[in-house]
């Protein structure tokens, strides 16, 4: 029999034991209390009530903890992305409706750009592949198709989708990564829905106003000029 990975059997585990729920619930929680990804096992353990030993047996390490708390959060996210591009709508109403839904994920689990980061960068190469696989690639995927439809349509100008990724990913995770400093600085309080909605509003206006394609042809001169 194949042996199984410890991604493998990360992301296997939350879905499947109520303890392995426990344990991925607890290091959201604190993740999201503490503004960082920065938490040892020992806080999990403390916070689920759960011993640090069972980490091994349901995940392998902490890496496979932090791979399956990363595969529930982006689970949603990732699965409406073909049911999206199906609709019968323009494709600036669904670059409306994925701007919204990125920025309601990232309310919800404010660390998990950083989550991406830290296990692309800080962990297992074979965690890089699986985060690169099942979140990153097919979020890439959808963009490039996306902006593909839009400039087919005439909606859209010629975009880099790479750089149309980082602009978007990277916009939305600071209002949430970003905010604790700020606070500090000028006083601004917590993400609020009302924070939330009107953030949708300022990158709508701020994307679609280099992305869209002016009348005649040259994106971005009339919004420009007015």
Request: hydrophobic residues 45%; negative net charge; charged residues 20%.
């Amino acid at each position: 029999m194949a042996e199984v990975s410890t991604s493998e059997q990360g992301r296997a585990a939350g879905a499947k034991n109520p303890t392995a729920d426990k344990l991925i619930e607890a290091a959201s929680d604190l993740m999201i209390a503490r503004h960082s990804t920065d938490v040892s096992l020992s806080d999990i353990a403390q916070q689920s009530g759960v011993n640090a030993a069972l980490v091994k047996y349901h995940f392998g390490n902490k890496e496979g903890l932090l791979l399956a708390l990363l595969a529930r959060d982006a689970a949603t996210e990732i699965a409406g992305l073909e049911y999206l591009l199906a609709q019968p709508i323009s494709p600036t109403a669904k670059l409306k409706l994925h701007i919204a839904g990125i920025i309601k994920a990232y309310h919800r689990f404010p660390y998990m750009n950083r989550l991406i980061h830290l296990l692309l960068h800080e962990s297992s190469p074979e965690a890089a592949n699986d985060v690169a696989t099942f979140f990153v690639a097919p979020l890439l995927d959808f963009h490039r198709r996306l902006l593909a439809e839009g400039a087919a349509k005439g909606e859209f100008r010629a975009v880099d989708p790479v750089l149309f990724y980082t602009s978007l990913i990277g916009a939305c995770d600071h209002l949430f990564f970003g905010r604790h400093a700020m606070s500090r600085a000028v006083g601004v309080g917590p993400v609020t829905d009302e924070v939330c909605r009107d953030y949708t509003a300022h990158m709508e206006a701020m994307l679609l106003g280099g992305l869209l394609a002016a009348p005649d042809g040259r994106a971005g001169e009339a919004s420009a000029r007015s």
